[in-house]
């Protein structure tokens, strides 16, 4: 077998093999672009990093046909380093702005990098057909409607029975990269004052229409030349997420000093949002614990404090017994609001996952609802739009809870009326898809 060769070959290749290697772990379901080492290439390429991997993720199940399409023959599974290859290449003749040449010659070189010289000239050939035959093969895999919604299967039925009218619009909006939002630290300034600053700095944006402290960028860039970020002035955070403190504002303005729970925190951009916007008491918990270091990375970035807990919330082992005014659930879930963030969700999730993840909403709801006060309000979150995890959830919840009542507002101008919830759709240059249902604790 050839050896690897040493990264001396042009960032051209060096990027493209770096991209199949981040990629590998996603198409052998070992792991996700979590794990992806931007830094593993010059400072230079580190957004063509990304962009390689996250699109390709994006539009994976139609890349997977056309590479079906080009292959006589699919490569062994030790060689998904080189699918991950051809997969780039595909993405590049596509979908992006490169040179078709340079999109076949240095994603065709990169084998060499890999240490698979011989796949040098099946990549080239592969890629070099798709630039003959892009709209005859296209049209080939684009019979399959799903592979043309770039979606699996089992997803876009799901999406196709919950939301008959908007599955469409879903399945567009998470093909597409998601805007970067900031919200502004009231603590420091208004948004107005800091979009101010921001065209100061030669960066554009626009005043969110739904969250209260939220900008969006009209191109992303770095976090560290936003103004201010060292400093606390701003965080990066989506406009849906933003919402939680609006949803409990009514809760916690009036009472300063109430005590409040964040059940699952991490990576803590909600806990920071409600420590800027009221004078609380906040206990913030999360069972992983390198997670919950970000937490606290964020907290003392912004200069706020919380006691944070690292424990399970579906149990109470954690609990001092004192009564929490209010808890806010941001419940594990599938993900599926999020997906264009997240693309790797079209690849690694499972329909069997929506059950797992269904029933631990449950275990988390019924585990800390008794942590509330009579009187207490818990906000129910979600990143999904799958019912199953979202309106079902708090039906039931609610149907075997005598003592909660639903207080999510109506005359709201976000999202959709969802039972006794309110659910948000991913928008192509707007927010997240999320779901929120808020519930009143009352009294005997």
């Avoid at 010289?117 to 093969?137: D, I, K, P």
């Avoid at 988390?364 to 309106?391: F, H, K």
Wanted: hydrophobic share 40%.
């Amino acid at each position: 077998m050839n050896q690897p060769r040493s990264p001396k070959e042009g960032s051209g290749q060096e990027v493209r093999a770096a991209a199949a290697r981040g990629l590998v772990p996603v198409l052998t379901d070992q792991g996700s672009l979590a794990g992806l080492d931007e830094h593993s290439v010059i400072a230079r390429d580190r957004s063509l990093l990304k962009e390689l991997c996250y699109g390709t993720c994006r539009r994976l199940p139609r890349l997977e046909a056309l590479a079906g399409q080009l292959l006589k023959q699919p490569f062994k599974k030790r060689d998904s380093d080189i699918q991950a290859l051809l997969l780039v290449g595909i993405y590049q003749l596509l979908y992006m702005r490169i040179p078709a040449h340079a999109a076949v010659g240095e994603t065709a070189g990169a084998a060499r990098l890999l240490g698979k010289a011989w796949a040098t000239r099946v990549l080239n050939g592969c890629l070099r057909r798709l630039q003959r035959e892009s709209a005859e093969l296209q049209a080939i895999v684009d019979r399959n409607a799903n592979v043309a919604l770039e979606h699996p299967d089992w997803l876009l039925e799901a999406l196709r029975q919950a939301w008959p009218e908007q599955w469409q619009a879903i399945a567009n909006a998470n093909n597409q990269s998601g805007p970067m939002t900031l919200r502004v630290n009231q603590r420091h300034q208004d948004r107005e004052t800091y979009l101010s600053l921001l065209d100061s700095h030669g960066l554009a944006g626009q005043l969110c229409v739904h969250a209260p402290d939220g900008i969006t960028l009209d191109q992303p860039c770095d976090v560290t030349t936003l103004p201010g970020f060292e400093k606390g002035l701003v965080s990066v955070q989506d406009e849906a997420a933003q919402l939680s403190a609006a949803l409990l504002g009514p809760v916690l303005a009036p009472r300063p000093g109430a005590r409040v729970l964040d059940a699952c925190c991490a990576p803590g951009g909600k806990t920071a949002h409600l420590l800027e916007q009221f004078d609380i008491t906040l206990t913030a918990v999360d069972s992983d614990n390198l997670r919950l270091a970000r937490v606290d990375d964020t907290l003392h970035r912004l200069g706020l404090t919380a006691e944070l807990q690292h424990a399970d919330a579906t149990q109470r082992d954690w609990w001092n017994g004192t009564p929490f005014d209010a808890i806010l659930l941001d419940a594990p879930c599938s993900g599926t609001g999020v997906i264009r963030r997240h693309p790797d969700i079209k690849k690694l999730r499972r329909p069997d996952d929506i059950r797992k993840l269904a029933a631990l909403q449950r275990q988390l709801m019924d585990n800390l609802w008794p942590l509330l006060r009579p009187g207490g309000t818990l906000l129910y979150a979600t990143c999904s739009v799958l019912p199953e995890e979202n309106v079902d959830q708090v039906e039931a919840f609610l149907a075997r809870t005598p003592d909660a009542k639903a207080t999510t507002p109506g005359d709201v101008a976000w999202g959709v009326s969802s039972g006794s919830g309110r659910q948000l759709f991913p928008e192509d240059g707007g927010h997240d898809g999320f779901f929120y249902a808020r519930l009143e604790k009352q009294a005997a």
